[in-house]
């Protein structure tokens, strides 16, 4: 009796001292320590789910295909890096004249910095990317979110600085090709 005391005792105890710190998503005054393991970067007030979904952009022979997912608790582990968020992640895909000219939707949604597109909320209710990739040309973009409406979002791309993009082996890079895929500026439908 005494030793099953002693083990709910101890479970209860760890149980306490290993709690995750709740952080708000939108919260800019909170100091994250994104190495210790124990907080949770938390969407409180469910701004994500406005962009979950399918969104599409025409132009006549043209067209992009945006799809996002929230990821709940979702655990980070790279570098330095160990916590848990809540983050937007996806795939699109672009097509003229009826061929599919790029398709990210084989994507491995469950890594952490892998995906071609990876969204977050920032301490200001803005929607962000981590990561959009243009694997056609080698380019990342930085690429910003605007709720319009409940049915549209304005989607805006901003080619990052950098001249190569690192490849899996290191020290080995791939140039850069000029323009892009896809149209950086577009106002996408929910469908």
């Given at each position: ?102 398709d990210t939707s084989s994507d ?8 071609k597109v990876i969204f977050n ?71």
């Open positions: 009796m005494k030793y099953l005391l002693f083990i709910l005792t101890l479970t209860l105890s760890l149980q306490c001292t290993a709690q995750t710190q709740i952080i708000n998503l939108t919260d800019c005054d909170s100091y994250i320590n994104e190495s210790s393991g124990d907080y949770y970067r938390k969407d409180v007030n469910n701004i994500l789910n406005q962009y979950e979904g399918i969104w599409k952009w025409t132009q006549g022979n043209r067209e992009f295909i945006l799809t996002l997912i929230k990821q709940k608790h979702h655990y980070t582990q790279y570098a330095n890096d160990n916590y848990y968020e809540d983050r937007l992640v996806g795939h699109y895909q672009y097509k003229e004249n009826g061929i599919l000219i790029a491995n949604l469950n890594k952490d910095y892998s995906p909320l920032t301490c200001h209710s803005n929607i962000t990317s981590l990561s959009f990739n243009d694997y056609k040309k080698n380019k990342e973009y930085d690429v910003f979110l605007e709720k319009i409406s409940p049915t549209q979002i304005k989607f805006t791309g901003k080619e990052e600085g950098d001249v190569l993009v690192s490849r899996s082996a290191p020290g080995t890079y791939a140039p850069i090709y000029p323009g892009n895929t896809f149209p950086l500026k577009m106002v996408l439908t929910k469908q």
